[in-house]
């Protein structure tokens, strides 16, 4: 139940931070919008992959 409330707390955080990136992007050319919402849309996982390891296995990874 730990690992699930850490997992709400990053993805909440991470997605205001996305969002606050985001204002100013209307001015951004459509192919680079394009990579950082790609890049932006796979970057949660990676510091939650210890997390989701250590609830899987019950152990430290």
């Known amino acids: ?4 409330f850490a997992i709400l707390a990053w ?3 991470y997605v205001w931070a996305i969002l606050e990136l985001v204002g100013d992007m209307a001015r951004w050319p459509f192919i680079v919008q394009m990579i ?8 949660w996982i990676i510091p939650l992959k210890p997390l989701l390891r250590w609830m ?5 990874a």
């Open 1 to 4: 139940m730990l690992g699930t």
């Open 11 to 13: 993805l909440t955080f």
């Open 36 to 43: 950082f919402f790609l890049v932006a849309g796979l970057a």
């Open 56 to 60: 899987e296995t019950g152990r430290n």
